[in-house]
């Protein structure tokens, strides 16, 4: 086994992708599960996306949740944002890390913003020069890294082609989303490799769903291979509205249960975590996938001895 990092850097982004695929709740309850996850250690969070309602209803107050927002110091706070017009309003809000997505399935990006991934990579290019002349940061996350619902699978050659021109366009980072739980330990290697061996020097973050419940032994793959930034969602929340059979994302506790025992700090209490978990089952109405809540205290807080 390759040498394993001391520290993980986990993005929690049940503000946004995990809440987008639930029926939508009221601004009050989503300032109250971002304030609440801004109180647990964790140091990034994705807090919205600035879509059209028409696109993504569950977003439709972005602008309302973020100015009620306590805006935690040490935090640092992202949103995602679809074309020209979502990445005015993220800098009108104050955001300085934004997030642009394209499928590497052309039928995926078609279903999800109605124009095949040239068009979005071009359109992508202009946001770049937009957003960093606003002195803003930007992420580009490839969705459909490890395979398309409609397509299959994704070759990982053509992945690394997406981020060559996302790299020569000025994308500060890129980002892999697994967004039906097609990912394996043998995809995430052959993604990685492929992407490494033309751009070994980009900032890469990896985005889990656990569709097929592989979303830990993908994260541990990639630790293995250097990787040390993960998305993951509170509760297991998320999903994707244009990928049919898309369950939720990797669990924040679980990961950061599985890397604590491990002996791999993030700087998020469990416990803490953990509440924050239980109150966005309050705030839904329903159970959520999480393995570690259904787990007795002394089995979902206690780590292995060293």
């Known amino acids: 086994m390759s040498q394993l990092p001391d520290f993980v ?22 300032v109250r599960l971002l304030d609440a996850l801004s109180g647990t250690g964790v140091r990034r969070i994705e807090a919205v996306s600035f879509v059209h309602p028409r ?12 100015r009620r927002a306590a805006h935690a110091d040490g935090v640092r706070y992202s ?10 309003r993220a800098l009108a ?50 969705a459909t890294s490890f395979g398309c619902p409609y397509e299959g699978d994704i070759d990982p050659q053509r992945v690394a082609g997406i981020v060559d021109r996302v790299v020569r366009d000025g994308a500060d980072r890129v980002a892999f989303g697994d967004t ?8 995430v290697r052959e993604l990685l490799t492929a992407v490494r061996d033309r751009n070994a020097h980009v900032p890469v973050l990896l985005h889990f769903h656990n569709t097929r419940g592989t979303a830990l032994a993908n994260l541990l793959t990639a630790l293995e291979l250097g990787v040390t930034e993960f998305d993951a969602s509170v509760g297991g929340l998320g999903g994707c509205p244009y990928a049919p059979g898309a369950s939720g994302n990797l669990a924040t506790e679980e990961a950061v ?49 060293s």
């Not at 929690?12 to 601004?27: A, F, K």
């Not at 949103?79 to 005015?88: E, F």
């Not at 934004?98 to 359109?123: F, K, Q, Y």
């Open 9 to 30: 850097s986990i993005r929690e982004v049940g503000p946004r992708d995990g809440l987008q695929n639930e029926d939508p709740i009221p601004t009050d309850a989503k």
């Open 55 to 66: 696109a993504i209803p569950q977003m439709a107050d972005a602008d309302e949740v973020w």
């Open 79 to 88: 949103a995602l944002v679809p074309n020209t017009r979502g990445a005015q």
């Open 93 to 142: 809000a104050g955001f300085t890390e934004i997030e642009v997505v394209v499928s590497a399935s052309d039928t995926h990006n078609r279903r999800n913003v109605n124009r095949s991934t040239d068009e979005s990579l071009d359109d992508i290019a202009e946001l770049i020069d937009l957003l960093h002349g606003a002195s803003a940061r930007v992420e580009v996350i490839v």
């Open 180 to 187: 039906t739980g097609m990912g394996t330990p043998r995809r």
């Open 257 to 305: 249960h599985m890397l604590h025992d491990m002996g791999i700090d993030t700087g998020i209490d469990l416990a803490a975590l953990i509440e924050v978990a239980e109150l966005a089952e309050e705030l839904l109405g329903k159970k959520l996938p999480s393995g570690v809540l259904r787990a007795g205290p002394r089995t979902r807080l206690t780590p292995l001895p």
